[in-house]
């Protein structure tokens, strides 16, 4: 808590010259007591004002996943009072967030140490990332399985030879993946993307975009701001449709989009512009490397029936 100090010059504010200051309220205990207040009206779970708070949708127990979540968030997100992110670290049990423009495996070590983990155990490193050379999310994860499956003995093998030092360092349930998201404006995470992936390039990362078949026509149940295109939308529905498949499990997408949709519908009753979007639906805009910074994915763009 800041604490301001006042200094008096002249006469003393207990004077009786005239020129003091009695009977003023005591300027520190005015600024605690307006912090209590500020306090007060935060929801200490969801830390959203009680007037929209979000504790009544989220789960009584944070999704556990069967593998890694990192986030990468710019630090111009931090501002934002309706940033997702935080709804992801209220739903799951644990979700490694990191703020930053630029990351690194020599500078990050949290980043480092998630990399390493996933790769001694053989877990895939996705990025998820529209960007050009994007692949299917759901096609990658059947390809690891399969690949995963004609392996499974030789992987037993290869971890009884372990030595005790790798052993210790790996969590003792084994990662199915490891998911790395991108958090900011899509400018943002071109440039954090176009970074970040050449330092990944010894983890061999698979740069994803969600299937065709799991993108929204028209998610105006969720849609806080408006996106560059129908389809297009936030960091916690992307990652949660993403970690719905990745978990192979629908309730894991529905946990972490339940506080989305409350949040959008409360948001509705105060912002006109929110509450336009829920009546009439996101409003199709032209897609172009204006909107986004970069070239989609030609399946994302030809394929799609979002984008004729």
Known sequence: ?????????????????????????????????????????????????????????????????????????????????????PLLELCL???????????????????????????????PIYVLF?????????????????AHASSEHLREMTAVAEDDTERQSCPHVPWKYLLIAIDGTWRQGKEMYKMLMPSLEAFKPIAVHLPLNSIPLANWDTALKREPALGCMTTAEAVARALGILECSDDVQDTLVAPLRQMTALQAAFDPATRARIECGNESRSISKRNFGFKLPEALIVKSPLFP
Not at 25 to 54: F, G, H, K, S
Not at 132 to 146: G, I, N, T, W, Y
């Open 1 to 85: 808590m800041v604490q301001h100090r006042v200094v008096w010059e002249g006469s003393s504010p207990n004077s009786s010259d005239g020129l003091g200051f009695e009977g003023l309220p005591d300027i520190c205990q005015m600024d605690e007591n307006l912090q209590e207040t500020l306090d007060y009206r935060d929801c200490p779970r969801c830390r959203r004002p009680r007037t929209v708070c979000l504790c009544s949708v989220l789960p009584e127990v944070p999704v556990e996943l069967h593998g890694k979540l990192v986030v990468l968030q710019h630090p111009l997100e931090l501002r934002k009072r309706m940033a997702t992110v």
């Open 93 to 123: 049990q644990e979700c490694t967030l990191l703020r930053g423009r630029k990351f690194s495996v020599e500078r990050d070590h949290d980043l480092k140490a998630a990399l390493y983990t996933a790769q001694q155990m053989g877990a």
């Open 130 to 146: 529209p960007g050009p050379e994007a692949r299917d999310l759901a096609d990658m994860v059947q390809l690891h399985s399969q």
